[in-house]
């Protein structure tokens, strides 16, 4: 389509502006490609062409809207009046390979389910984008502001015997768990469930502004921890140092058997229960999570590998849906961002010397304390508020802190899709049945290479595989990796 019958298309687009949490800085700068494995062919057609249904259902034709930014810097959807050739709801592209995946030089490094009774250290995330990711799509926002392209692109890889989905998004379209309603809503009409599809919620009005109660940002238990300018200031001079000396940046993955964190969490429920402090005295049914020990874990095998000093303040965000919260789950898919951190303050020597036991009730502690509606209604003023003053989030704790950032998209479900109603039968047994069609792997990268101001130590749980192990996607530090993987091998000794 010539560039002038866009223009006229578009003048008849339906203008929608953003919800208010999907345009902030860290949303605006993260484009991200999240990679499912199965280890069948799939037909690409039957996948295009339930998505292209999906967008047919109710309000989820949002999600084929363009991006925009208005003359005040803010940036709002334009929705096309009806989808066409020219200007689709999304981008779906293919690419055929004749061989099994285990032929493949690059493609077969890719992780999969495998029973394992130890820890794996395996490659690099973002090593696999010239595989898994079509060579025109989007890199960052500026692709989607300075083009046509909707704010999905599809790319699927089949080989003899697996197959390969990504699909590429911005941060402002998703978080983990929309990206996981898109999935399920996705499947559900692949396998002819579309009574299952739920409704989209937000098309034009923002369900979480309208969710949350006012109270005054002093009332978090972190607003008198929040950076001053001068603390921001003195935060971004070290993260510039931080760079300047360490401006290489490897993104891996770890695979961590479930047996190994069931063991780490029972030893640690059993060391609670039995010490002898104020907390367990008035609680016997202390509760820690496997999210819980795994990010007490974690942590302490990353700042066992940069070793700072034992004063060093670590600060730990971990990072919680808050859809539940606000009572926005139980009525239909809300696919935007919707999640705040909960903060937990450390020393590297009370993180290193102390059990994992009390590192994970720290933690527990703070998002049992941060997570309940007063508090989420507060940080939801203090994030204005810092944002109105400082063009920031809130960032609390010390500036020359080691700031330690967990996603987990454990409950996301993602290794629970089931694309079986795609399967190819191609005569050797696998395709047809009721089997069901789970991915192995899921491999969630940025652009690449890795820039040196990439995100540092931010932890990616993307959640546990159809045999129990646990992934972990990490990144660190290029220099630190191999004291990292040594290190694995040593906290694990305090099991």
Known sequence: ?????????AAND?????????????????????????????DTKKLHDSVERLLEIGDWKKLGARLRQNELGKLEYHLPSKFTKDRPGFIFTTANHANPISLHPLASQIPSTQETNQITVLGCMSSFNSITKHENAPNGIEDYLSSDIPQLFIHVVTFTDTTLITVTFLHTVFDAMGLSYFFQAWTAVLSGREDQVPPFLGFDEDILEAKTDYVPAEKHVLASKTFT???????ILCRWWETYWYPDIQDKV????????????ETALQELKTQPSPQSSKDKNIFISEGDILLAYLSKTLISALNPTPSTLIQISNVFDIRSILNISQTGAYTGNATIPSCTSLTTQSLQSNPLSKTALALRTSLNEQRIPTQVN???????KTLQETGYLPLVGDPRQISITCTNWHRARFFELDFKAARVDNGNGLGGGDEPCKPSYINTAGPSPLGP???????????????????????????????????????????
């Open 453 to 495: 101001h990439v995100a540092r130590n931010l932890l990616t749980v993307t959640g546990r595989d159809g045999v129990g192990n646990w992934w972990v996607q990490i990144l660190a530090r290029a220099i630190a990796w191999e004291r990292i993987e040594e290190v694995i091998r040593e906290v694990g000794g305090d099991v």
């Open 378 to 384: 507060a940080m939801s003023s203090l994030r204005k």
């Open 1 to 9: 389509m010539a560039s002038e019958e866009t223009s006229q298309a």
């Open 14 to 42: 339906t203008r929608i502006p953003f919800h208010f949490w999907d345009d902030v800085p860290y949303t605006r700068g993260i484009c991200l490609n999240v990679t499912l494995r199965l280890e069948e062919v799939l």
């Open 254 to 265: 770890i695979s961590i058997p479930n047996i190994f964190v069931q063991k780490m969490r």
């Open 229 to 235: 300018k001068f603390q921001m200031a003195v935060f």
